[in-house]
């Protein structure tokens, strides 16, 4: 069993910054790939960022609409990864949550992700 847990959200004016983290426990998060999704009320929950093993290169993958102002990191001594916000805008608005599973074939999808964080609130005002 992996337990995810997610910090750093709040409200935020837009053209702000934010940072998440997700903290991991009960296996080795060295051999997971992590992942951020959020999802805006009324709609589905949708992949944001990705973040492969270490050993295979730690490759990061982004949704389009968050390319070039958002970065997925990880620390495998902390055992947590990050989510990076920066340039924030009002559609960001949504829960994000913090998922893991053992690899990254086709990582956009939310039910191809085994362990999820109960989430956060980010809110973007303009």
């Known amino acids: 069993q992996v337990q995810l847990v997610e910090s750093g959200g709040g409200l935020v004016q837009a053209g702000g910054s934010l940072r998440l983290s997700c903290a991991a426990s009960?296996?080795?998060?060295?051999?997971?790939?992590m992942g951020w999704f959020r999802q805006a009320p009324g709609k589905e929950r949708v992949f944001v960022a990705a973040?492969?093993?270490?050993?295979?290169?730690?490759?990061?993958y982004y949704a389009d609409s968050v390319k070039g102002r958002f970065t997925i990191a990880r620390d495998n001594a902390k055992n947590t990864a990050y989510l990076q916000m920066n340039n924030l805008k009002p559609e960001d608005t949504a829960v994000y949550y913090c998922?893991?599973?053992?690899?990254?074939?086709?990582?956009?999808?939310?039910?191809?992700?085994?362990?999820w964080g109960q989430g956060t609130q980010v809110t973007v005002s303009s």
């Open positions: 998922a893991a599973r053992r690899d990254l074939y086709d990582y956009v999808r939310v039910s191809r992700w085994d362990y």
């Open positions: 009960g296996r080795t998060f060295s051999s997971d790939a």
């Open positions: 973040v492969g093993v270490t050993w295979s290169g730690g490759s990061t």
